[in-house]
Each structure stands twice: as C-alpha cells, then as structure tokens.
C-alpha cells in the first residue's frame, strides 16, 4: 500500500501542473480565437483550410494589438488616441470607467511607469505576520497632506489568485524592498510559497 500511495503522489505530481497548464492554455487560445469573429464568414480560417485549427485567434490578436501599436505611435495616431480619449471623456458614466482603466493601464503598459517594477516584504493584515507586496508608486493628491512623513502606496496580492487584492499606503521605513525580480515574487505568491525564489539573503532593510 505504501508503494501504491507514493506512485499515486508522484503520478499526480507530475499530471496535476500539466493538466493545468494545458487547461489555462486552451483557455487562453479558446479566448483568443473569438476575435476571429470579426472576420467576414468567407475570411474564417476554418472554412478557408476546410478544418479547424486553434490558435489563428492568438495571431489575430497579436496583429491587431501591434498594428493598433503602430498607429497610436504616429503623428496622427497620437492625434486621433486625444480625440478619442477627449470624446470619451464627455460621456457620462463611460467617462468615470474609462478614465480609471485607462490610468491603471497607462501605469502598468508604459515605459516610464514605476508600477510592481519593485517587490517588498511587509507586515499584513496584522503586526508580525508577514506577505510580499509590491510598490506601485508614491501617495498623492490631499493624502499626503495627511500622512506624516515618508509613505508608499503598496499593492498586497491575494494567494493563489494576485489580480485580487488591497491597496494601502504603508510608511516607507516598515517596507523591506526584497533582492529579487517582480516575476519571481509573483511566482512565490502563486505557488502559495512553494517555489520559492533561489536567493538566500532575500532581502536587504531600508
């Protein structure tokens, strides 16, 4: 029996992290192959070739993202990106939700953007319990009239699910900044501490 139940965790060791990759990635190109929609019926790969083939989906969007790239880039393309964003601005309740999306994507897409490009090891929820964080930029607006000295605006991840969590503003003297990539803290959250980043000396004090 022991023989038996130490093949069976090696067995599911080895199938579970394949089933799921598989699973997220036909997901991902199942998801993916919609934008194929917008073709005109006679364009669709799958009556062009006579059978189907996943995945045309993740090219189209690929060359829809970078031909949108391409133009937004230009003389012109900027222009039309102020008009766009000008017009959108004017509309009730589209306004309110564009604007916020369209700040949290400038701020994590851009070049120049400072957003998680640092992981940071801070107490939460409570004193003495400690999780990985990520600095996403500095308090602004009448906040910072309101916090003494040096504070950081932190984003705390949830486990295994990081596109949950809770923003808070943390001063900056409680906030270890860790010696390792923004990737591999976010694989550390993810495996919920189970693969953990090869550094021993994993972080270095303010």
Excluded at 6 to 35: C, E, K, M, S, Y
Excluded at 50 to 67: D, K, N, T
């Amino acid at each position: 029996m022991a023989a038996v139940r130490r093949w069976l965790l090696a067995g599911l060791l080895v199938l579970v992290p394949l089933i799921v990759t598989v699973w997220l990635l036909n997901w991902f190109i199942g998801t993916l192959d919609q934008t194929l929609q917008i073709l005109p019926g006679n364009w669709h790969p799958d009556k062009l070739l006579g059978f189907h083939i996943p995945g045309f989906g993740v090219v189209l969007a690929l060359a829809i993202v970078l031909a949108m790239g391409a133009v937004a880039t230009n003389f012109f393309g900027k222009k039309l990106v102020s008009w766009w964003d000008a017009l959108l601005s004017r509309i009730p309740i589209v306004r309110s939700i564009y604007s916020s999306v369209k700040q949290v994507s400038d701020t994590l897409f851009s070049e120049n953007g400072n957003a998680f490009r640092k992981a940071l090891l801070v107490q939460w929820p409570r004193e003495g319990v400690w999780t990985i964080a990520f600095q996403t930029g500095m308090p602004g607006g009448d906040v910072v009239n309101h916090l003494p000295g040096d504070y950081l605006s932190v984003y705390v991840p949830t486990t295994p699910n990081p596109t949950g969590g809770y923003f808070v503003m943390l001063p900056k003297a409680d906030c270890i900044e860790l010696k390792m990539s923004v990737d591999e803290a976010l694989t550390y959250v993810i495996s919920m501490g189970v693969v953990v980043p090869g550094s021993a000396a994993a972080y270095k004090p303010k």
